[in-house]
């Protein structure tokens, strides 16, 4: 635990304080775990329509797709990056109020609320493009979120016994109001704007929307380029927190908000399960006569489907798990690798609802299985890559054994990449062969864990064999620089 | 903090014990806050199907809710409870079983995918209920399951650096295996004894199936009414863990649990309005001649129906937050009380359905309301009775704002029982009146926030009051006194 931020109060104090404020004033964690599980839930729902939406066996995939695309997926990406924007100016917001009360937790409940909202009106904004009303009716929503937020900044200002103590202490205090005011307020008046340009000229108002997503990243960037080549500096006050503010999220919220991703998708797969799959009654009487095992056999491959497409969550939520133990900080651009995976997890049940559609040598099996596997690599390969931009700033982000030359580094290594080189491998094996059912591509998935458990003895031989090498090269060489030895030492007698 | 039970591991011997058994080895609290988002989710789902019921206008309410509640509901409550039947022996066994590694984590993870079959089998039982095999398929379900979980334990006991610390070092470590393993093949074999009985007598086999539920309860009777009564003591080994096996549920994972519920119940909300509520591009062109807004006019009952919904459910997680941030102990009757409230909870989309679906002045509008009347009174009076069971042991349940004269007290009580009065007094209300629209119903539960916000003024006003009238009464009593001294000193004088 030496790698924790040293900023974080310790749980003494925070208990101590609470103790002293009495029963009024609340430890926030249960709530920002609620909210975090609401955030993630509201930012993966969207997908559920991309995969309800019917396609006939009879239709070719390629042109559904293609319209698919163009609204549906759109819709359900621009959702999923909008909450997470709300999600990070919620967890920055959280980070300078730290204690609630019931007036706060009340707050944040009809934050919550309005955020709920979100993806609806992205629904009408996509299936009525022409229409002003739906981007109007988001702005609005993002407006109320706005006023709501500035209420609990301001409130949290007022009684400043619920603010992180170190803003507290500081002599500052205004400086850092109006540092968490600009966060919050940046979404709401961008959306406002775009909600203003609506009436005029929407190109431009879907800019302001996409300019939303951009401009954490944009900033981030800009002061970057500023620092590092031209050499300016922020003025910021000289103050013990200010290093505070240029900190990444908090770790656990970005576990607990990719936990409820993983478990929302989980939801989505147990949901369609449970309803669609149970046989009616009366079929069962007439087709099978009464049998109902016979009538299940009907089902088999969506059940193959199924614990194909849990056993991939699992292990890729398993993979991020085991990530996540050995990092000690998420920088932002982890954060950001982080929700650009969580994006293609999100996409699974699509996947899952294609293969499990398409299963019996229809026209479009080899497609469903190509859409399954690129959905899978990205999501693994973005994991694998949270992983590599850890790998840059090793001290300050991972724990000392899974660094360059730890004991968990090659194992890590390889559990990261087993994903991405499986999918990899599969999507290949559809250009080449011509047919590939889905049970054999349900099947792999299945048997996948068990690479998972003789992994590390796979590693383990390949690390010795590789000493062996090197060991063997040493002596190789050791042997003829000791030739080279003996070559010289008659020379040597000899001179 | 002086309230957390004194056995738990301290954090930074945790933080120790993991830094020297190396990177394989893991602290297993993000598993198992996944694990039990997975539970509530898969106890929660069931109620989906019936919510999802289609009830014609036309048809009346009372007769098609009574064949609901035959089978749909019965299902519902069945996963409800079984379900969390398994959650409690998985956190028994992962009170036992403390560290985990990578074996352990994927045999979780096997272990949670065959649980999330269980609701598929209930509705196979309650489609078929004269067909064994659903009850075949239910009992190899919890068969398969119980085989995980004594796997996990056989492991966790050989690898003993993985167990709770204390277990470790106890000369017990048999008795200890063979109670988690009494606990946790308890269902299986249980469900085994069902199904082997499917085969000849049925009414016997669900008995069986009731008894699952019911024996943690039964067992617990009977040790109290032996250990009371009787006055015989089980035989324990004299050791200081004895005391942790007798130890309730630990608090973080019933809370864990619960948000998870509510966060479900959330999520079928938002999946619901997001699904159902855009209305078709052609149907808008035609009938409103392209004005959305009007369009949307037409689901304006549906919207005031989720916000109403929303706002119960949010307020309903607020109070249980409250609550628990008082309660330092969940005892084991806290835990009943609580998983029948967030039975009750899981009602709720049932309700939104309802209510939203018979808004216009229907035939079954108030039969609607008084069916959300009913679920919200339950789920509310059941928090409410955990809060009357934590104060029968309040030294050591309760913080001590929270106990009975402490400053939180008071207002704590006004906190719970305000959604048990309002639920009563509406479903008077519709007993009493012949009409009453679902309109003023959902506008009642949008108010119900600010209810919450001046609920403290409320009590304190009150308080005031009674300590008015409490002192008026003293001081009169005074005066009394007074004149009885002043009745009474002439007579001593005179005497």
Redesign the interface.
Known sequence: ?GGRAPLAPT??NY?RRLGEL???T??SQ??L??SD??FS??AT??I??VA?TKIHSDEKLGESVQQLLATKIAVYLMTFLIVTVAWAAHVRLFQVVELID??L??AN??C??SI?FL??TF??MA??PN?P??LFMFSSCTVIIGVIQVMIVLYGFRHSYLLNHQIQESENKAFYKYHILKIILRGPTLSFLAAIFSFFFFPLSYMFLGLIVIFPLLSHLTKWFRSRILGQEEELPVDYFTSYLKEPLSKERV??FS??V???V??L???D???D???D?NV?KEKYS?H??EA?REFGSSFLAY?GS??TI??L??VH??L???VTKATRLMTLLNTLSLAFIGGLPLAYQLTSEFAEKSYNEIEAIQISCVTIFFASIFQFSIWIAALFHEVETL?P??RYG???HA?MFAKLSLYPCVSLAVFCLTCVMSELSTTIFHLTQIII?FA??VL?IFVRIGLMMLNYIMSLARSKSNVLEEEEAACLSPADVLS
Request: overall charge negative; proline content about 6%; charged content about 10%.
């Open positions: 635990g749980p003494y208990d009495g029963g009024g609340q430890a249960r709530l775990a609620y599980a609401l839930i509201i729902v969207m559920l329509p309800h019931d007036v937790a009340l409940l009809a919550m609320m709920t993806p609806y629904s009408l299936s009525f229409q009303f739906g576990e607990t936990d409820g993983y478990a929302i989980a939801t797969l147990i949901l399960i449970c309803e799959n149970v046989p009654n069962v009464g109902l095992a299940l614990f849990f056993v699992g292990l939520w398993f798990h085991s996540f133990l050995q724990h054994f899974a730890g004991k968990e194992f864990p998972f458990l590390r």
